[in-house]
């Protein structure tokens, strides 16, 4: 049975052309860039040059750009960098009730050390009101982060819009483009952003590296301290390999990013509409239109996730789900509630994420494989029952 | 086949889970057991035939998670043939291990299935009382 990978927002495969261009990294080429002999030189030349790639496909500038082990180091640098560097002038943050873990978690661990932080509400589609960031801004505020998209219902915010309002205001602007990078156009003074944070592995690099692009100016503490790396923003001595391989996955995202967003756009919409013509009971989550290209994301009403999942995978599919089920926590996805959904939706919902590899065909095989895993497993739910 | 998914349950919960046994209701049981509810992601609905004592038929419905289909379909099996009082004995760790265990986090799972069947029990024991007053 061939299996079917729909869990692009999880990770993605690295491309061949990246392994290949790490390869020499992990063999001859291994010196330490901070070394000054030829050895060295040749590594510090290889992330130089994938500096000057990312900074120019984001229009930044080389010196904006940190190296990191991944998003969320990227989002805790951002996040801490920020509060520690400015509390003498605030220490008041804006964020909102949808953010990844590797934003609520930093932020919460600053509330434990007298940070405020206000979590604005979203909207039935996961929209953050710009307006609403206005409103909450007061003269204690540091910073203001809102993520590209979101990685759960792939909803787009609105980032240009709140990033004029952060200027006009005075107040850095952060966001989490771990989702976008790489598959939806970037620049960073379009965004009006301060601090953007991306991650290698979401856009068919290597996994452990990341960066965060630091407007100039920007007041940001150090993230690691130690040796005289990334101008001393981030000590440690680089992961060449995966720096490098950075740089080429964004190459080839830059110049396929296009064709690829309309292929995956009509795979998107294929999907869904099946979907909601195939299942009776079941709605689309996140934003209609404003969304990731590859995002789908359903609630199937009186069946939960987890046992849809291990389903689809005995098929050889694999999605994911935002119930509750699925995670230690036994809590269900944060976003799916922000959202207005009552529990038992949100335990009931499936994520679709689609990538280089997607055919027509995989998505006509989740269309056949799915509605009968719904219907068996309704035929066993209490829910239906007290419904009818 | 390649590992997955199912290696976070052990074959027996697979197998359970993939044919589930004793799914559906009874008509007009002896006893009802409706336990969870939304907010934690698992609702179990048990249902049990009583003759002279023994437990002939047990029935379950279920809303969640793999673990909670499994532990569902084990308990209703342990139960059949079973006297109230040896029923009653059933414990959450019994149906786990019947299952040849349960990943730590899943352990809820078995320990609603213990307190359907305990739920359905009280229920039968309730009505049987009622029966006994009103033949009085």
Redesign the interface.
């Known amino acids: 049975m061939k299996r079917v990978y729909l869990d692009y927002a999880a990770t993605t495969p690295t491309h061949p052309d990246v392994v290949t261009a790490m390869l020499p990294y992990l063999n001859d080429t291994f010196g330490n860039p901070s070394s000054i002999h030829s050895f060295g030189q040749e590594a510090k030349g290889a992330i130089e040059e994938a500096r000057e790639t990312i900074a120019a496909l984001i229009g930044a500038k080389n010196d904006e750009i940190v190296f990191t082990s991944g998003g969320t180091e990227a989002d805790n640098f951002a996040i801490k960098g920020v509060a520690y560097a400015n509390e003498h002038r605030g220490n008041h943050i804006i964020t909102n009730s949808i953010e990844h873990h590797a934003v609520i978690e930093p932020l919460k661990f600053l509330e434990r050390r007298g940070f405020k932080v206000t979590y604005l509400p979203v909207d039935q589609y996961g929209m953050v009101d710009p307006q609403g960031v206005r409103k909450a801004v007061s003269e204690k505020t540091i910073l203001i982060s809102v993520m590209h998209a979101n990685n759960e219902i792939g909803t787009i915010e609105p980032i240009a819009e709140i990033g004029r309002i952060a200027k006009e205001m005075g107040v850095y602007f952060h966001t989490d483009a771990a989702q976008t990078i790489g598959h939806i156009p970037i620049k960073v003074n379009e965004l009006g952003v301060d601090l953007l944070a991306i991650s290698a592995h979401k856009l068919y690099g290597p996994k452990g590296v990341g960066a965060l692009y630091v407007r100039k100016g920007t007041k940001v503490a150090p993230f690691m301290h130690g040796g005289e790396q990334e101008r001393r923003r981030r000590a440690s001595t680089e992961n060449v390999p995966g720096i490098v391989g950075f740089g080429k996955a964004m190459q080839i995202a830059q110049n396929e990013m296009g064709t690829e967003a309309e292929r995956l756009t009509l795979l998107r919409g294929g999907l869904i509409e099946g979907l909601l013509e195939r299942i009776d009971d079941i709605q689309l989550n996140g934003h209609p239109r404003k969304r990731l290209p590859n995002n789908v994301n359903v609630s199937v009403q009186?069946?939960?996730?987890?046992?849809m999942?291990?389903n689809l995978?005995?098929e050889g599919i694999a999605a994911s789900t935002g119930?509750?089920?699925?995670s230690?926590s036994?809590e269900?996805s944060h976003v799916l509630l922000a959202l207005g959904l009552?529990?038992?939706q949100a335990?009931g919902s499936l994520r679709f994420t689609l990538g280089r590899e997607t055919t027509e065909e995989e998505i006509e095989r989740v269309l056949e494989v799915l509605p009968p895993i719904v219907a068996k497993l309704r035929?066993?739910?209490?829910?239906l029952?007290s419904r009818v | 086949m390649a590992p997955?998914?199912?290696s976070l349950y052990s074959e027996k919960v697979?197998e359970h889970?993939?044919n589930?046994r004793n799914?559906?209701?009874i008509e007009n049981p002896d006893g009802t057991g409706?336990v969870g509810n939304?907010?934690?992601?698992?609702?179990?609905?048990l249902y049990i035939r009583v003759n002279d004592g023994v437990i002939t038929d047990a029935k379950?419905?279920?809303?969640?998670?793999?673990?909670?289909?499994a532990t569902s379909s084990m308990v209703t099996e342990m139960v059949k043939g079973k006297t109230i009082e040896e029923a009653l004995e059933i414990s959450n760790h019994a149906v786990a291990e019947a299952l040849d265990g349960l990943p730590p986090?899943k352990m809820?799972c078995s320990v609603l299935a213990e307190e359907a069947l305990k739920s359905a029990i009280d229920d039968y024991l309730n009505n049987s009382k009622g029966m006994d007053l009103e033949s009085e």
């Open positions: 009186f069946v939960e996730g987890e046992s999942l291990l995978d005995m119930s509750a089920c699925s230690s036994l269900p009552p529990h038992e335990h035929s066993m739910s209490p829910l029952k | 997955n998914i199912r697979m889970f993939k589930p799914v559906g209701e409706h939304p907010v934690c992601g698992d609702i179990m609905e379950f419905k279920t809303f969640g998670c793999g673990a909670a289909i986090i809820h």
